[in-house]
């Protein structure tokens, strides 16, 4: 099983030093809100910051050592949603004091889930505000890319 672990690791480190320069100004960032204190990590509960970037999220089940993984995000609204699902389905209603984004809990958030059921709520939830996030960004017509249509190359 150590072995396995160290597989794993091994992989992501792989993963980590082949990123492009997109994804490394995104990893760059998110190190130095990390280094600046004003790390996004401390604005919501339950998600961290992978070295390159990414948002994930993972939480305890009450009552035992486990640990459900609930996913990889781009965004640390993502992961917090997905935190948020994962911790209504665990714990109920005395987790809403607690939550990221209490008004926002989705219709999928129901107590009489499994294990796997609350896993797939989260990452779905999580998801979906990661597509949200991302295609507003896209759509705001400050957007630092090119603008660049078809029409200017005919």
């Given at each position: 099983?150590?072995?396995?672990?160290?597989?794993?690791?091994?992989?992501?480190?792989?993963?980590?030093?082949?990123?492009?320069?997109?994804?490394?100004?995104?990893s760059?960032?998110?190190?130095?809100?990390?280094?600046?204190?004003?790390?996004?990590?401390?604005?919501y509960k339950?998600?961290?910051?992978?070295?390159?970037?990414?948002?994930?999220?993972?939480?305890?089940?009450?009552?035992?050592?486990?640990?459900?993984?609930?996913?990889?995000?781009?965004?640390?609204?993502?992961?917090a949603?997905?935190?948020?699902?994962?911790?209504?389905?665990?714990?109920?209603?005395?987790?809403?004091?607690?939550?990221n984004f209490?008004?926002?809990?989705?219709?999928?958030?129901?107590?009489d889930?499994?294990?796997?059921?609350i896993?797939?709520?989260?990452?779905?939830?999580?998801m979906?505000?990661?597509?949200?996030?991302?295609?507003?960004?896209?759509?705001?017509?400050?957007?630092?890319?090119?603008n660049?249509?078809?029409?200017d190359?005919?």
């Open positions: 099983m150590k072995t396995h672990t160290s597989c794993t690791i091994h992989i992501i480190k792989q993963q980590s030093m082949s990123t492009t320069s997109d994804e490394g100004s995104i760059s960032s998110c190190t130095s809100n990390l280094a600046a204190g004003t790390s996004q990590e401390k604005k339950g998600i961290r910051c992978r070295r390159w970037g990414k948002w994930v999220s993972e939480i305890r089940v009450p009552g035992s050592q486990e640990r459900l993984w609930l996913g990889t995000f781009s965004t640390p609204d993502g992961a949603m997905a935190h948020d699902v994962a911790s209504y389905s665990l714990r109920g209603a005395t987790s809403l004091t607690k939550l209490p008004s926002m809990l989705p219709p999928t958030a129901r107590m889930l499994s294990p796997r059921s896993q797939k709520a989260a990452s779905d939830a999580g979906a505000m990661d597509a949200r996030i991302i295609a507003s960004r896209e759509s705001t017509p400050n957007n630092e890319g090119l660049v249509s078809v029409d190359y005919i």
